[in-house]
Each structure stands twice: as structure tokens, then as C-alpha cells.
């Protein structure tokens, strides 16, 4: 939805995608014991300064991060990508967001069809 492929004049390197309003992204659910084996890694650019954070302690803290980070992760790594985490994603860790008065339209998100290929 962020990138715009959901139009007919989808362009790969024009901004034709609307905006996205997340809300409740502290009730993300993870499969599996994700929440808390899975962690994220950042590194300063120092020898030995890597740093590995439980995504249990970032859902505590910032619950907009998994998401933020989730959706970073499906988009290609360029500077337009960059641009639509930044202006087009909204994410909010409760129901409350300050966008009621652009009319957001909701869009229904499908659970795993627990289908096995």
C-alpha cells in the first residue's frame, strides 16, 4: 500500500502510494517463541560495538519500532523507500491517531490461511 502497487499506474520509482495509518501496534502477535529468541542487531561502526536488542524489551518500550522495522525490511533499500518510511507510514501503539480528519478508509489485513505448499 505504501509503494503503490495496489493502482493501475503503478511506477517503481515514483511516489504513488497513499498514506498508512497503523494503529494498535502493541497487540502484535508473533508465531512461534519469536518474542524472545528473535532480536534486533545494530552496530556503531567500532570493533566489538554491536548491540542486540530482544524484541520483547522493544515491544515493551516502542511497539511502533516492530512494525516500523518490519515494513523497512519489505521495502527495496533506496532513498524513495527511505522517503516513504519517513512521510508515508503512521504507526500508533494504542487505537487513538491524530488522522481522523483525513476520513482513513480501513483496510482489512488477512490472517495466515494455514495452508502448507
Known sequence: ???????????????????????????????????????????SGYMGHERFTPVAKVLATRPERVIERAVFGM?????????????????????DHPHAAQQPTPVSVRQGTGRTV
Not at 17 to 28: L, P, Q, R, T, Y
Not at 75 to 95: C, D, E, I, M, N
Open 1 to 43: 500500500m505504501i509503494r503503490g502497487k495496489h493502482k493501475p499506474d503503478f511506477t517503481p520509482h515514483l511516489d504513488g502510494g497513499d498514506f498508512v495509518v497503523v494503529i494498535n501496534a502493541s497487540k502484535v502477535r508473533l508465531t512461534g517463541r519469536k518474542r524472545e529468541q528473535k532480536q534486533y542487531f545494530r552496530h
Open 75 to 95: 521495502l527495496p533499500k533506496s532513498t524513495l523507500a527511505r522517503q516513504h518510511l519517513r512521510r508515508k507510514l503512521k504507526v500508533y501503539a494504542g487505537p
